[in-house]
């Protein structure tokens, strides 16, 4: 083998680990070994050779597991991380994220893109699944060049006159050109969705030898494309055994917008049900619009779900139905969303908040312990994304995405072994953020002690700084113009 993590604790996620205990697979002097970028060994470390291993990474005191994999990511947005949050839900998108992210430039969207990437990878996120529009760009220009694991979703909207990034955003009242009557709507351009299939079409060829690149069908929602085209994608989905990643069930916008099309009490999860469109080819972002015997169809159907717990709680002030949809018996994955609101994109972080909301949400705090949050963020991302025979779980045969951690870390030391691992609650609930040692995709080495390999970090950060001062200040008139909350905290010096 090329590459030897060994006398580590690993957590592999998977229940047929050798020598493992438990669901994670705990291994308490472990070893997991790589042969390009295929796993060929996890185990006990004592039975491994590291003398058969080009090189070994001594994980003494270091915690090793899967990277962890991000389903639901907008990730231009960082360039203009803080401008909207604290605000009532109504008025994100449309009065204090909006008029700033008009000035975003696709030059702009780039920087926001790779920012987000690296605080992903800097947290031990190996997957990301992006959801953009022209997803390309931003594979080719940010997420390939670092190496990172994509899953490519292109965006499908039939809203007229929307521009390139604001589509890109989900909030329930963020459709995109400014303010719009949900209960008016508008008819579909039908010539823009077949533009945006074909740009999804041709990822489907562009990226059909790269190992790193998984993409996918991305229509906004149902109160964006028209049933038509959501038709047409789903057969092609199901004809070749691809993923809809859409928004669904997101909100009062959408609720209204979907009463204002279908007919009064109809919801995005009846008329998709009636229309045949439920089934193990989507992946449903959000949900937390629906109701619980929506959701519980819609895990019946085999609908695969993530939820957004920083974003949807900073944004709707909802906490996303994660732990009941696991109790539905549907696969779960957690996903950053986009910086405004929430705040970014650490993944540690974001499993901290999910267990959390989800144990002050259901006054319980049994709801899900640290040991879920690990599994949603890893095994549980992958079957959501669909590439859970890759990844996911540190397992022979699956492709080497594998993040180790430093357990002398201020915030997740001491950490003890008997009678119980404390490394797997300290690290969920107590990490700050630099504890990353290392961290692999597909075997290739993306973080070492010295940071981020082949990338100056720093760099990126000042060209991000640069070019959103430029973005607020061309912003300010029209920002103010729309005049949100945020303007009178302005005002009163607190902002
Ligand atoms: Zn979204």
């Known amino acids: 083998m090329d590459t030897l993590v060994t006398d580590t604790l690993l957590v592999t996620m998977d229940p047929d680990t050798p020598g493992g205990s438990g669901d994670l697979g705990i291994v308490e002097r472990g070893a997991v070994g790589w042969t390009d970028g295929e ?53 994100w998108m449309d009065r204090a994220l909006g008029p700033i992210v ?33 997803v390309a760009a931003l594979v080719d220009e940010v997420y390939r060049p670092l190496g990172l694991r994509v899953v490519a979703t292109e965006t499908i909207n039939e809203l007229p006159d ?18 719009r009557d949900p209960d008016e709507p508008v008819p579909f351009d039908r010539e823009r969705g077949a533009a945006a299939l074909g740009r999804a079409e041709a990822l489907f ?19 964006m494309v028209s049933m038509d085209r959501l038709r047409e994608v789903v057969d092609r989905a199901r004809a070749a055994d691809r993923t809809v ?21 109809e919801t995005t999860v009846g008329v998709l049900d009636a229309a045949g469109l439920l089934g193990d080819h989507l992946l449903a972002a959000h949900l937390h619009g629906a109701t619980v015997d929506e959701r519980a169809r819609l895990a019946d159907a085999g609908v695969r779900m993530v939820g957004c717990p920083s974003s949807i709680t900073a944004i709707d002030g909802i906490v996303p139905p994660i732990v009941e949809y696991r109790e539905h018996g549907g696969d779960v994955g957690i996903g950053t969303d986009q910086a405004p609101g929430p705040g970014g994109h650490h993944a540690l972080r974001e499993l901290r908040t999910a267990a959390l ?39 022979p045969g699956k492709r080497a995405d594998v993040a180790v951690y430093d357990l002398g870390s201020v915030g997740v030391a001491p950490t003890v072994n008997d009678p119980f691992h404390t490394a797997i609650p300290n690290l969920v609930y107590g990490a700050v953020g630099n504890e990353l040692e290392a961290a692999f995709v597909d075997g290739v080495q993306l973080v070492s002690a010295g940071g981020i390999v082949g990338l100056d970090a720093d760099a990126v950060v000042a060209e991000a700084n640069e070019r959103a001062e430029r973005i607020f200040a061309d912003a300010a008139a029209d920002w103010r113009a729309a005049g949100s909350t945020l303007v009178d905290d302005v005002d009163a010096g607190r902002l």
């Open 357 to 395: 909301l989800a144990k002050a949400d259901r006054g319980d705090p049994t709801a899900l312990d640290a040991a879920g949050a690990l599994e949603i963020a890893t095994i549980g991302g992958a079957r959501a994304l669909g590439i859970d025979d890759r990844v996911g779980s540190l397992s």
């Open 245 to 265: 990643h859409m928004h669904v069930a997101q909100g009062d916008r959408e609720r209204r917008g979907i009463e204002a099309r279908y007919g009064d009490g």
């Open 102 to 134: 008009d000035h975003v430039t696709p030059a702009d969207g780039v920087v926001g893109a790779r920012l987000t990437a690296l605080e992903a990878i800097a947290s031990g996120t190996t997957t990301i699944g992006e959801y953009a529009t022209d």
């Open 162 to 179: 929307t521009s390139d990034v604001r589509d890109s955003d989900d909030s329930d009242d963020s459709d995109d050109s400014g303010v």
């Open 39 to 91: 796993i060929v060994y996890v185990g006990p470390a004592d039975a491994v050779d590291p003398a058969d291993a080009e090189r070994t990474i001594d994980g003494d005191g270091r915690l090793t597991c899967p990277g962890f994999v991000n389903v639901h990511v907008h990730g231009r947005h960082s360039i203009v991380r803080g401008a909207a949050q604290d605000v009532p839900e109504i008025e």
């Open 205 to 223: 060829e562009r990226y059909a030898d790269d190992p790193l690149v998984e993409p996918a069908y991305g229509p906004q929602a149902l109160d």
